[in-house]
């Protein structure tokens, strides 16, 4: 089992920036891919970015690709998302989560096995 603990967000206008940050905690080895999704009212819950902890190349969705920018601290088992120009599109809850592999499955699909955070709001207004 995999504890997901989210900080971070908030609201901001369009072209500002947020950072949200993830720390995981029990079985971390078993789940190495993390990343967020997020879920705006009314729509179905979609990746956003991925990162295998302790290293590896990280996956976006194309809608934030240049924007966001995801990065790894292996020693915390921590995760952090850096989303600049923000859009209001961008309006959603976002949700850290955990899985065993696959990380790139952060832009294709929901991880079937994957451990999720509570989720934090992010704002953006135009």
């Known amino acids: 089992q995999v504890s997901l603990a989210e900080s971070g967000g908030g609201s901001v206008q369009a072209g500002g920036s947020l950072r949200l940050s993830c720390a995981a905690s029990?079985?971390?080895?078993?789940?190495?891919?993390m990343g967020w999704f997020r879920q705006a009212p009314g729509k179905e819950r979609e990746g956003v970015a991925a990162?295998?902890?302790?290293?590896?190349?990280?996956f976006y969705a194309d809608s934030v690709n240049d924007r966001f920018t995801i990065s790894e601290d292996s020693a915390k088992n921590a995760v952090s998302l850096e989303m600049n120009n923000l859009r209001p599109e961008d309006t959603a809850v976002y949700y850290c989560?955990?899985?065993?592999?696959?990380?790139?499955?952060?832009?294709?699909?929901?991880?079937?096995?994957?451990?999720w955070g509570q989720g934090t709001q992010v704002n953006v207004s135009s």
């Open positions: 989560a955990a899985w065993p592999y696959g990380c790139h499955l952060v832009r294709e699909r929901i991880p079937a096995s994957a451990h």
């Open positions: 029990g079985d971390t080895y078993s789940n190495p891919c």
């Open positions: 990162i295998y902890i302790g290293g590896g190349r990280p």
